[in-house]
């Protein structure tokens, strides 16, 4: 226990979600719509690949899924550091929700296997 | 020393030079003077870390020896100039900025700061900066050991950052010029809140070595001045290959020695640059426009739409987060003055890495299609911001995106590109505006030479703060 009642209350959210196997693989399976080899299952209140309307790439989740993907991930950063307080909770839960945002934005931008990060560019211009 | 016919505050590197080769003016004068007036408006305006008085007095009368006897180091020699403290400077603290890092110590220059003493320039001051030029997160303008660094156009309003310090200096005539950095948009914000001019050069032009490392794929270093012909001045002295950062140009750059353009420019004006800007900010650009009209093309252009925010602010969290990762795992970020700071940058431990793969080939996306944008002008042009600076008191919302298009800014920033803002005017409040100037890479001559054409046909880069008043209602506990 943390003694911190806000904090728990977050956790014990987060615990409402555990990510057994079935759930683990059920998320996969919304990855990789499309292939989901149940042929789409529903996990408590998230409704995975047959809510979709169409194909996408990953991960553009549901909104539900997102939500789940930003308790575990706030969850893992907390279980670094236990000892946030309740202002420190809500800035990681708002930074992780804005990068599960960014990530969604990008991986809504087409690339190929082909398409190299700029890094590799830049290593090569001054040799 | 005779009496000198500029305002020394005020002056430009050019005119001091001038006077200093006269001898109407003495290294070592010009450095006492800059020295009190940092020891004390500086420190009124939080703009100042470290006054270097010994070092400073040591390297100005170096100066005064060599130009005495006829040895020439260049445009710099004997000009004083303050650093942002990210900046390594051998036996004087480079705090970073940060509480945590006070009076950190190191046994050599940056690269940047031995170049321009080579060049024979003066130190006189390690310069304020947000902490950690704001890689942790931050929204308020106190988010420094320093203080919240007061604008020296209106001490109730901010700088801008993270070089704040830097803009504040030479705004307010501490210092002909100053050396800041920018990750994305830490030079060019506060030039165009200050008045100043500030050049983010082209990526690779300018060695980091000895800089507080933030985001190695996107942190430069570039000078701040009176103008962009000074900005100019100083790049010539700190660019050029350094081993010890690869990522520097083997490719020699020169700046005086050429003929410096002042007609017959293509611009690419970014559809859209003004939407979401003030009235103020739209008309002073709207003015600028017409005035550049008259040395050269103008033609509307469409940036690539790319996700130019989400792929920043990925790359900003995973490589700040790598950058500081022992501290961070640490819990010292609690150390740190800014509230958001303290738990902000701990999210990216979560970033998946494959997210920062992907934001990094989307960016080579946007450099290509960038390059081939910016390649068929000299300049592409908006203005800096979409507003006067806020108040030195206020909260603001920390992000890449808002209601003014930032998206010339942050493609520059992605692209490597070169990047100037200069002053274009005034704004609400009587605040100053900036236009920004962005050029394709390794273009930072074309950029610099189309700002000054602008500057030279304008007041703007001429006119200075009245500080008195304002500065002596704060030293006299009036509050800001």
């Known amino acids: 226990m943390h003694g911190n009642c806000k904090l728990d209350a977050t956790l014990q959210k987060i615990c409402d979600y555990p990510l057994t196997p079935e759930a683990a693989r059920a998320m996969v399976c919304t990855r990789w719509a499309g292939s989901d080899p149940t042929g789409g299952e529903t996990r408590k209140d998230v409704v995975v690949t047959k809510s979709r309307t169409g194909p996408t790439i990953y991960p553009q989740l549901p909104r539900a899924d997102r939500e789940l993907l930003v308790h575990q991930l706030t969850a893992i950063v907390l279980a670094r550091h236990p000892d946030l307080d309740d202002a420190d909770r809500d800035e990681v839960i708002s930074t992780v929700t804005a990068q599960v945002d960014d990530s969604q934005v990008l991986h809504g931008f087409a690339l190929s296997n082909a398409d190299e990060p700029i890094f590799v560019a830049y290593g090569g211009e001054h040799r | 020393m005779t009496t000198a016919p500029v305002d020394l505050d005020f002056a430009t590197v050019s005119e001091l030079g001038a006077l200093l080769r006269s001898r109407d003016l003495s290294p070592v004068d010009l450095t006492r003077h800059c020295l009190r007036q940092l020891d004390s408006l500086g420190r009124s305006l ?89 890689g942790m997160g931050y929204d308020h303008p106190d988010a420094a050991a320093t203080g919240a660094p007061a604008n020296p156009w209106n001490v109730d309003r901010w700088t801008g950052g993270s070089s704040s310090g830097p803009s504040a200096a030479v705004a307010a005539g501490l210092v002909p010029f100053a050396i800041g950095s920018d990750t994305g948009g830490s030079i060019t914000m506060p030039a165009a809140w200050t008045g100043t001019a500030g050049l983010r050069p082209t990526y690779g032009r300018v060695s980091r070595h000895g800089a507080m490392a933030l985001c190695w794929t996107l942190d430069r270093l570039g000078p701040m001045a009176r103008n962009a012909y000074d900005c100019g001045l100083a790049l010539q002295a700190i660019a050029g290959h350094d081993p010890q950062d690869p990522s520097t140009s083997r490719e020699p750059y020169t700046y005086t020695s050429r003929a410096a353009r002042r007609t017959g420019f293509r611009f690419g004006v970014v559809a859209g640059a003004t939407d979401g800007a003030s009235p103020e900010v739209a008309a002073n650009f709207a003015e600028s426009l017409e005035v550049l009209s008259e040395l050269g093309t103008l033609e509307t252009v469409t940036l690539p739409q790319l996700p130019y925010a989400e792929v920043a602010d990925t790359i900003m969290a995973a490589e700040a987060y790598a950058a500081f990762d022992d501290f961070l795992a640490a819990g010292r970020s609690r150390e740190l003055t800014a509230r958001k700071a303290h738990a902000h940058r701990l999210a990216a431990a979560v970033l998946p890495a494959h997210d920062y793969i992907r934001a990094q080939r989307i960016r080579a996306r946007a450099v290509t299609w960038y390059q081939e944008l910016a390649g068929q002008y000299d300049a592409l042009l908006a203005p800096t911001l979409g507003d006067v600076s806020g108040g030195v008191d206020d909260a603001f919302a920390y992000n890449l995106t808002g209601t003014f298009s930032r998206e010339l800014n942050l493609a520059g920033v992605l692209a490597g590109a070169p990047t100037i803002s200069v002053f274009n005017g005034f704004g609400a409040d009587d605040l100053p505006t900036g236009i920004a100037f962005a050029g394709a890479r390794w273009a930072d001559n074309a950029v610099l030479d189309a700002a000054a054409a602008l500057e030279e046909r304008t007041p703007w880069s001429r006119r200075h703060p009245m500080l008195a008043a304002d500065v002596m209602r704060v030293r006299a506990g009036g509050g800001r």
């Open chain 2, 46 to 134: 939080n703009a100042v870390v470290t006054v270097t008085d010994d070092l400073a007095l040591e390297q100005a009368a170096r100066a005064e020896a060599e130009l005495r006897s006829g040895i020439d180091r260049g445009p710099l020699h004997g000009i004083p100039y303050g650093a942002k403290d990210i900046l390594a400077t051998a036996g004087i603290p480079t705090n970073w900025g940060a509480v945590p890092f006070g009076g950190q110590l190191f046994d050599k220059d940056a690269t940047v700061v031995a170049r321009l003493r080579d060049a024979g320039a003066v130190l006189v001051a390690k310069l304020a900066t947000v902490e950690l030029a704001g």
